[in-house]
Nanobody, 127 residues
Framework: QVQLEESGGGSVQAGGSLRLSCVVS????????MAWFRQAPGKEREGVAG????????YYADSVKGRFTISQENGKNTVYLQMNNLKPEDTAMYYC????????????????????WGQGTQVTVSS
């Protein structure tokens, strides 16, 4: 059993920054792999960034590499997504997701692989 509580969304100008937070409660085993997804109107849900909370390995979509940083703090019970140099195309509903670790698990960015989801937080970037 895992619960995810998201916060930090909002409206910003292009070039601005936001930090999203996801507070994780419940089984660490079931939420070892965490990721942020986003879904914009007319687009499929896409993986933005992922993290293995055990070893700290991180993964990023090419579209956000160098601008976004996923991290964990507070005894590994909170996962952050620091978003810098935001662009209008970053506008989307952002979701926090979690799943357990699997050997050979190369699907960090596949929504169907995740068992737990937050409610979503809206990020709007204006030009």
């Amino acid at each position: 059993q895992v619960q995810l509580e998201e916060s930090g969304g909002g409206s910003v100008q292009a070039g601005g920054s936001l930090r999203l937070s996801c507070v994780v409660s419940g089984s660490f085993f079931s939420s070892r792999i965490m990721a942020w997804f986003r879904q914009a109107p007319g687009k499929e849900r896409e993986g933005v960034a992922g993290i293995d909370r055990s070893g700290g390995l991180t993964y990023y979509a090419d579209s956000v590499k160098g601008r976004f940083t996923i991290s964990q703090e507070n005894g590994k019970n909170t996962v952050y997504l620091q978003m810098n140099n935001l662009k209008p195309e970053d506008t989307a509903m952002y979701y926090c997701a979690a799943r357990s670790f699997r050997l050979g698990g190369g699907g960090w960015s596949v929504p169907a692989e995740y068992n737990y989801w937050g409610q979503g937080t809206q990020v709007t970037v204006s030009s």
